[in-house]
């Protein structure tokens, strides 16, 4: 995997520079000093999306074991920061939210919780591609194998999304890793045992939560795309600094557009080059020039990385406070 991490950053480093180079010092110099505070704004705007996620992921607990959005958010922000700086295709932060929710809820319980939000974050995600998607297929001029393709990616995608799903539903998910034949020649007989066990119990408590009503789940997914759709007022602030078309139309495609590009290339390391190709098509498609598309992009980097400076320093910091509480227990 490693060789795969490295070459997909060193492709989306490539395209990365090829973009700077395409639209020129000169310009992004000329148009960063019009943004002006319309950075500070943009970077600003990113903590009421970062609530909104938060507040996302505290309805996939049981309604009797649900923490407060406040002690789930530094989890978030420390998971969010770890998927942006390491090679871990999300995964990895994930693993950090489940460890850092809080000491009273049972660790199972903390990844079931990770894991049905992983999945509501998919729904919400799979939705803005799709409408991006529709976007692209309705207004570009792409030939028709270019739009089969399209559409036949977003069944995909759709199709993924819902055996995720029907295996949560079932209480199936985690068992398909605990219960494999191999694991006891890989980990030996007790470990194995161990490790299904704690897949079944993992299942139980996923299958608890969608078993407590489909209600908890929707407003999961509606208040992720609600967390998303902070993006468009990120990109709102941003066309009325740079003096562009800013109506509602126009900002719903180039979001959409940009987004949905940005979830398909989701194995690119940070998205590294394929964020800034995608605004750079998206804010072409509604007619305004595409540096300003690279422009938006390189302020959501800033954002990006403000926010997992913050998300690290959090995760540093809880790490720290958990390692002295252990050194205060007896023995």
Not at 295 to 323: H, P, T
Request: proline letters at 4%.
């Amino acid at each position: 995997m490693r060789w795969l991490h490295g070459t997909l950053l060193a492709l989306g480093a490539a395209l990365f520079a090829v973009l700077i180079w395409s639209v020129g010092w000169e310009t992004l110099q000329r148009d960063a000093a019009q943004l002006g505070w319309g950075l500070a704004a943009i970077v600003a705007v990113e903590g009421l999306s970062d609530i909104l996620r938060t507040a996302g992921w505290q309805r996939c607990f049981r309604s009797e074991r649900r923490p407060r959005v406040l002690r789930l958010w530094w989890p978030h922000l420390a998971g969010a920061a770890v998927n942006f700086v390491t090679p871990t295709a999300t995964l990895g932060g994930e693993v950090v939210r489940g460890i850092l929710v809080p000491a009273e809820i049972p660790r199972t319980e903390a990844a079931a919780s990770v894991v049905v939000n992983k999945l509501t974050v998919s729904v919400a995600d799979t939705l803005v591609c799709a409408a991006g998607a529709a976007v692209v297929v309705l207004s570009a001029p792409l030939p028709g194998e270019w739009r089969s393709g399209i559409l036949i990616g977003v069944g995909l995608l759709l199709a993924g999304v819902a055996a995720f799903l029907v295996l949560q539903r079932m209480g199936r998910l985690a068992s398909l890793v605990g219960r494999r034949s191999a694991l006891p020649r890989i980990l030996g007989s007790e470990r194995a045992e161990k490790l299904r066990h704690l897949s079944e119990e993992i299942d139980e408590r996923i299958a608890a939560v969608h078993d407590e009503g489909g209600w908890n789940v929707l407003q999961s997914v509606i208040l992720h795309l609600m967390g998303r759709s902070v993006g468009m007022l990120q990109l709102w602030i941003f066309l009325v600094a740079m003096q562009a078309p800013a109506d509602i139309a126009t900002v719903f495609t180039v979001f959409v557009v940009g987004r949905a590009i940005d979830v398909a290339t989701f194995v690119v390391p940070a998205s590294l080059g394929t964020q800034e190709g995608g605004f750079m098509l998206a804010i072409s498609l509604a007619g305004i020039p595409a540096s300003l598309g690279l422009l938006f992009s390189l302020a959501l980097r800033i954002e990006q990385m403000v926010f997992a400076g913050i998300g690290l320093a959090a995760y540093g910091g809880m790490v720290w406070r958990g390692r002295r509480e252990a050194d205060r227990l007896p023995g």
